[in-house]
């Protein structure tokens, strides 16, 4: 069963175009003209082992909103795609990620019923050229496209970059495991309802 997927996403805004595999190893080619955004989405292909392959054109000449919110759908919309009907998968996930000083917990459930938790307090406005209230943007739209239920929770720290990079890579990790295919129940879908 091949989980590949590509998405196109195309808005007076922006241009995105996305290709996944769930079953990668961690390959990334990933440009949104946004340095940090791209070191973030580096990070989650890496530590999920989702290869992933994005191009984002948008209108950053007005701010970083739009192409911020955008790639998180469009990826979001693209793992949801490749998961297909969810077969086999173990479905929950939770990691604790530390970076230095830094601890994050994401936990998830890929459910169809999209929620974010958001639980992280940064005492910076920007990092690199993002305002930092643009994160939770991003991990909302993820969650929503995704139908993921997903709570991202710093438990402590002082460094924002720490904190958010640990947020991506709780959620890679929470990923990996959760749309991990568990051998014992492959050809089943994980719900008492028979669909997700």
Not at 37 to 65: C, P
Not at 68 to 76: F, P, Q
Not at 84 to 97: D, H, M, P, T, V
């Amino acid at each position: 069963m091949s989980r590949k997927a590509k998405i196109l996403r195309k808005t007076k805004e922006t241009n995105i175009s996305v290709a996944v595999n769930l079953d990668g190893k961690g390959k990334y080619s990933i440009k949104t003209n946004i340095g940090f955004l791209d070191h973030m989405l580096e990070q989650l292909s890496k530590h999920s082992l989702i290869d992933i392959n994005l191009l984002a054109k948008g209108d950053t000449h007005i701010d970083l909103h739009h192409t911020t919110e955008d790639t998180g759908i469009a990826l979001g919309e693209a793992i949801k795609k490749a998961a297909g009907n969810r077969k086999g998968i173990k479905r929950y996930a939770s990691s604790i990620i530390p970076m230095d000083e830094t601890l994050t917990r994401a936990s998830l459930d890929i459910s169809n019923r999209p929620y974010l938790i958001w639980k992280v307090n940064l005492k910076v406005e920007k990092l690199g050229e993002m305002d930092t209230e643009l994160f939770k943007e991003w991990f909302q739209a993820f969650s929503q496209a995704a139908g993921i239920t997903l709570h991202i929770e710093n438990i402590y720290g002082d460094n924002s970059h720490h904190k958010i990079e640990s947020c991506f890579k709780a959620l890679a990790r929470s990923l990996r495991e959760a749309l991990e295919i568990d051998k014992r129940i492959k050809n089943i879908i994980p719900s008492t309802k028979g669909k997700i």
